[in-house]
């Protein structure tokens, strides 16, 4: 009975671990499908970008962690700003087969970057050492980083909930997502909002990968890899929803972790099944808005 509620606590705790990175980096998934009405489906590569910076910035330029995080974040978010002037921008407001075309595009240019630039093996992540080894919590032996995962990412989320649901800046996104015409006869300038929006989007996915890039092996292939766990967590939390991406984000974190400790010849394949399941059940996801 131990070993297993010790199995169990194991699985709940790398799950949760798991389930916020997941969460951090389609969060700007679900905003820029949600809230901006873009189908990106390269958000992969900012992700990417985002890992590839935080280990290089700690193995090839001794940069503190914590600003190697920050530089995760600012950099793809700058990144991301070019492309949405020079290609995004022009294809808001398109039908959806354009997008899906461009940004799958994007995807196999910046895995062909990637491999160029930095080989194809996976990059390791050197950690300071005040995140290595253990934290003792309630009797209990926990990896450190996965703590500081899951309080960090947690500060992540609480800010991000408030800054769209509590903030003129939110208000102004959804305003100019409903009635954009009516947005701009207002005075709110809507190309500069989603420019802000995106690149924040971005910046998301870039600190997503970047703290998960010693759970999510950072290498060429990530955005082709990890793009459908991406979309699971959106489409079942449910569009224009930041409530609905984290349920999902957790359910899809300690259900695949539970799958890979107790039944690893079935891989992720209960992951598919049940999103195919729910969304027969629920179209719009567990909170999306109905048609």
Not at 6 to 11: D, G, I, Q, T
Not at 106 to 122: E, N, P
Not at 205 to 227: F, K, M, N, S
Request: glycine share 12%; with cysteine; net charge positive.
């Amino acid at each position: 009975m131990d070993s297993f509620l010790a199995s169990l606590v194991s699985v709940a705790f790398h799950g949760l671990a798991y389930g916020m990175i997941l969460y951090v980096i389609s969060v700007g998934l679900s905003i820029t499908m949600g809230l901006m009405g873009f189908t990106n489906l390269a958000h992969g590569v900012f992700a990417m970008a985002g890992g590839y910076v935080l280990v290089t910035s700690l193995s090839k330029f001794n940069i503190p962690f914590p600003l190697a995080l920050f530089l995760s974040f600012f950099l793809v978010a700058l990144v991301s700003v070019i492309l949405e002037k020079l290609l995004y921008q022009k294809l808001y407001g398109a039908i959806e087969l354009e997008q899906v075309l461009l940004t799958i595009g994007i995807i196999y240019i910046g895995v062909a970057c990637a491999r160029l630039t930095f080989g194809t093996l996976q990059q390791p992540v050197v950690l300071p050492e005040y995140l290595r080894g253990q934290f003792s919590l309630l009797g209990r032996d926990f990896p450190a980083y996965r703590v500081f995962i899951i309080c960090f990412s947690s500060l992540i989320i609480g800010s991000l909930w408030f800054g769209v649901e509590r903030t003129i800046w939110g208000a102004m996104v959804r305003a100019s997502v409903d009635h954009g015409a009516m947005a701009q006869s207002i005075g709110i300038n809507t190309k500069r909002l989603f420019t802000i929006t995106f690149a924040l989007g971005s910046g998301m996915a870039g600190l997503g990968g970047a703290l998960g890039a010693d759970i999510v092996a950072i290498q060429p292939t990530y955005p082709l890899e990890q793009l459908v766990f991406f979309l699971i967590v959106v489409s079942v939390g449910g569009l224009g929803s930041l409530k609905g991406p984290f349920v999902a984000a957790l359910l899809i974190g300690v259900t695949d972790t539970a799958c890979k400790y107790w039944i690893p010849e079935l891989g992720s394949f209960f992951i598919y099944i049940a999103t195919i399941g729910l969304l027969l059940w629920r179209p719009a996801g567990l909170f999306g808005k109905r048609s």
